[in-house]
């Protein structure tokens, strides 16, 4: 290997570690009003602003074969209640990053974080 060899290798995996370098930084926050989306039977029937006025509130939904109940806090929106026999949806981390959801299948209650600003992710896909 001579020395232009040596320094085309250098340049390459510098480039490599610099587009690694900025898959591991976070992402910025969204600039959007970002909103937990509450959805019965697919259809969106109510709307929770991720504001503070909002943190330690109990949100109730009867679903279609029973009732949930959301709570929002600095981590996340939580199920905290539920009358369904698995309670999955109870055991689910809390959500806070547009797209992240909670599902409650035999109430058919959804609840899904989004925001009003566009992903420049959603946007390269479509």
Do not use: W
């Not at 898959?23 to 602003?49: F, M």
């Not at 981390?93 to 797209?99: Q, S």
Request: glycine fraction near 6%; charge should be negative; aromatic fraction near 4%.
């Amino acid at each position: 290997m001579n020395r232009t060899d040596r320094i085309i290798a250098l340049l390459v995996l510098v480039v490599a570690l610099g587009l690694a370098a900025t898959q591991l930084l976070p992402n910025r926050a969204p600039k959007g009003d970002v909103y937990i989306s509450i959805q019965i039977d697919g259809k969106e029937t109510d709307r929770i602003p991720f504001r503070r006025e909002n943190f330690n509130k109990r949100f109730v939904y009867h679903g279609i074969e029973g009732t949930n109940v959301i709570t929002l806090d600095e981590k996340g929106a939580k199920m905290i209640e539920a009358d369904c026999p698995d309670q999955i949806c109870l055991r689910m981390a809390p959500i806070k990053e547009p797209g992240e959801m909670i599902v409650c299948l035999p109430h058919r209650v959804i609840a899904e974080v989004k925001s009003e600003e566009v992903q420049d992710m959603d946007i390269l896909l479509r």
